[in-house]
Nanobody, 127 residues
């Protein structure tokens, strides 16, 4: 059974940093794109960042470029999201997601390209 478990969420002041992690199990994810999405109350789920299987290609939403960094450790089957200079508008539930097409080069921003999702971790940013 495929399982993605996020951790690292919490409360942080605006301007602060948080590091989210996602541990994958039930399948070797080293061959697949991994992504982060978020959903704030009353809003649709939106793309945050994605990384190709090799980590050579990364894709970021314009709203987080220069502030967030996605990385992965294929040996440990984990993907991380380092978030800096956090803003109140970054507050949301953050979800880890895994793609299903092996060796995909482009780290897609499309949610329907990710069949596997974690339960989410809450990030709260106080102003």
């Amino acid at each position: 059974q495929v399982q993605l478990v996020e951790s690292g969420g919490g409360l942080v002041q605006a301007g602060g940093s948080l590091r989210l992690s996602c541990a994958a199990s039930g399948r070797t994810f080293s061959s697949y794109v991994m992504g982060w999405f978020r959903q704030a109350p009353g809003k649709e789920r939106e793309f945050v960042a994605a990384i190709s299987w090799s980590a050579l290609n990364k894709n970021y939403a314009d709203s987080v470029k220069g502030r967030f960094t996605i990385s992965r450790d294929n040996a440990k089957n984990t993907v991380s999201l380092q978030m800096s200079s956090l803003k109140p508008e970054d507050a949301a539930v953050y979800y880890c997601a895994a793609g299903s097409r092996p060796w995909q080069v482009a780290p897609t921003a499309l949610p329907n390209e990710y069949p596997y999702w974690g339960q989410g971790t809450q990030v709260t940013v106080s102003s």
